[in-house]
T-cell receptor, first 114, second 113 residues
Framework: GESVGLHLPTLSVQEGDNSIINCAYS??????FIWYKQESGKGPQFIID?????DKRQGQRVTVLLNKTVKHLSLQIAATQPGDSAVYFC?????????????FGQGTTLQVKP | KAGVTQTPRYLIKTRGQQVTLSCSPI?????VSWYQQTPGQGLQFLFE???????NKGNFPGRFSGRQFSNSRSEMNVSTLELGDSALYLC????????????FGQGTRLTVV
């Protein structure tokens, strides 16, 4: 079946440290992988994405790594700040099937300790 | 540019009633998708609309339906509400279905009592 899963439900880090949030997926037919951040009371906010033909992509303070061999996706946040506290979701999209459907993982709650 | 707007933000309904939720996508976006978010099941895809046509549907009962208008605004309807329908309903828009960036609204919090 299709599933996108995260390894840990909660991750607690010290302010200033780097955070790594992991995600495992089972369907290798995906075209894109996306990370979303959801703060309390808000909808998911796009952070960064990566195409299946790439293995790394960097944004501002964030890096996404894709390992297709082991079907693993990770989000690295550098110098984690209190404002990074939120639930993070990985999602996959099958662009080849010409659909906008996103399949989401269960989410990891990131807690940043001051 | 205004973001995705969902109305109402909060809603309380009684079992057996029906409800209609509204979503106005970002100006120029023609694709709208709906998701249900619950603590137990997470974010689950409901359906997707593009140019007033339903392109994809998730694994939900027929009580869940939707439509899209010519101005790309979308509505979803849930009939014969059940307690388990209590959830945050999220709408996402993108310029077209093949674009990976989906922008979400703040959602409608539906509580069924």
């Amino acid at each position: 079946g299709e599933s996108v899963g995260l390894h840990l439900p909660t991750l607690s880090v010290q302010e200033g440290d780097n955070s790594i949030i992991n995600c495992a997926y089972s369907n290798s037919a995906s075209d894109y992988f996306i990370w979303y951040k959801q703060e309390s009371g808000k909808g998911p906010q796009f952070i960064i994405d990566i195409r299946s033909n790439m293995d790394k992509r960097q944004g501002q303070r964030v890096t996404v790594l894709l390992n297709k061999t082991v079907k693993h996706l990770s989000l690295q946040i550098a110098a984690t700040q209190p404002g990074d506290s939120a639930v993070y979701f990985c999602a996959e999209k099958k662009g080849s099937s010409n659909t906008g459907k996103l399949i989401f993982g269960q989410g990891t709650t990131l807690q940043v300790k001051p | 540019k205004a973001g995705v707007t969902q109305t109402p933000r909060y809603l309380i309904k009684t079992r057996g009633q029906q409800v209609t939720l509204s979503c106005s996508p970002i100006s120029g976006h023609r694709s709208v998708s709906w998701y249900q978010q619950t603590p137990g099941q997470g974010l689950q895809f409901l359906f997707e609309y593009f140019s007033e046509t339903q392109r994809n549907k998730g694994n939900f009962p027929g009580r869940f339906s939707g439509r899209q208008f010519s101005n790309s605004r979308s509505e979803m309807n849930v009939s014969t509400l059940e307690l388990g329908d209590s959830a945050l309903y999220l709408c996402a828009s993108s310029p077209d279905p093949d674009r990976y960036e989906a922008f979400f609204g703040q959602g409608t919090r539906l509580t069924v009592v």
